[in-house]
């Protein structure tokens, strides 16, 4: 059994105090001390590795290897031979006897990514190795016995994927014992403050570069954004910024990536810091701000934003020979 001080650091590695990571640590906690099999689900980005590696740490094999594949980067023609290992002569270039990954996972964890990619003929060899706990290398007739907890992820619905025909059931009941799933960003914003509070200290530190923390603007864009690629895109936004930013400054919202200002009211309030800085003339703003905007709000929305009459609006078109869009 892991230790509370143990516990304690392996769970400040996943950032996150809202009900639902919370709900998802407690089952890490519970889960991690048993040989059980997890299924983690949750969208691309989500940290779903991080999780396994929370259960591996907490579990009496930490001391033993956690070895981690991507079913996914690994061309069909090489699976059988990177999961379960070959003999000498198995097959063209097979020129030694190679132990796979799950032999190199013994006694330890052995953590499936993108497991729903797995081609069906290796999903059936999949089952025979947890049921059976044994696999046998290509070639040989041999079986070897296992002793290994497997962990697996997916992005994917394995019930759609079990119905369609890609995913065998019988192995999702294998894998599915114990179902974590990891929800994603848009779904816990109330942990955003704290991700980038850890984001910015540790691309600071990795870019030997002082930061003044960030703004509440900032802060506000970033919140009012949905993170469709979730941690994962968040982290490599604040990298982007932190690398741009000049030494010792704040991070504002016009330091921050341009795709946040997928918002309508945070472009037009860039806008309007722009016009500032570029001491716009009234006359030059209104016009900017025509050009900037009309493709994308009706003549009555920009004529409010402007604080004029769609009469006027018109009137202005009319002089800048700028033609009225047709929506």
Not at 210 to 234: C, H, Q, S
Request: aromatic content about 6%; glycine content about 8%.
């Amino acid at each position: 059994m892991a230790t509370a001080s143990q516990h304690h650091d392996v769970l400040e590695n996943i950032v996150g105090r809202g009900p639902q990571i919370q709900k998802v640590l407690s089952i890490v906690t519970k889960v991690a001390p048993y040989k059980s099999t997890v299924l983690i689900t949750g969208e691309s980005g989500t940290g779903k590795e991080l999780f396994a590696r929370a259960i591996h740490q907490l579990s009496p094999r930490r001391d033993k290897p956690l070895i981690v594949v991507n079913c996914g980067a690994i061309p069909d023609n090489l699976l059988e031979s990177e999961l379960f290992g070959h003999i000498k002569g198995a097959f063209t270039g097979a020129h030694q006897t190679r132990e796979g990954l799950f032999e190199k996972a013994q006694g330890g964890t052995l953590f499936l990514d993108e497991v729903s990619e797995l081609p069906i003929d290796l999903q059936v060899k999949l089952l025979r190795a947890i049921q059976e706990e044994e696999i046998m290398r290509v070639g040989d007739r041999k079986p070897i016995k296992l002793d290994i907890r497997i962990v697996a992820a997916t992005n994917r619905n394995l019930d759609e994927e079990v119905q369609e025909g890609r995913f065998r059931e019988d192995l999702h009941y294998r894998l599915n014992v114990v179902s974590l799933h990891i929800p994603p960003l848009a779904e816990r914003k109330e942990d955003l403050p704290l991700l980038v509070k850890h984001f910015i200290e540790r691309f600071s530190e990795k870019l030997g570069k002082r930061v003044g923390g960030i703004a509440d603007e900032a802060l506000g864009m970033i919140k009012n954004y949905d993170w469709p690629g979730n941690i994962r895109e968040l982290e490599n936004a604040i990298e982007q910024t932190v690398v741009l930013l000049d030494e010792g400054k704040q991070i504002e919202s016009v330091d921050l990536p341009i795709f946040l200002e997928r918002r309508g009211y945070e472009r037009r309030n860039r806008f309007r810091q722009e016009a500032l800085d570029k001491k716009l003339s009234i006359n030059d703003y209104t016009k900017e701000f025509i050009l900037r905007f009309e493709n994308e709000h009706t003549e009555k929305e920009i004529a409010g934003f402007l604080g004029i009459t769609t009469k006027t609006l018109w009137e202005k078109r009319k002089q800048w020979k700028i033609p009225r869009k047709r929506r």
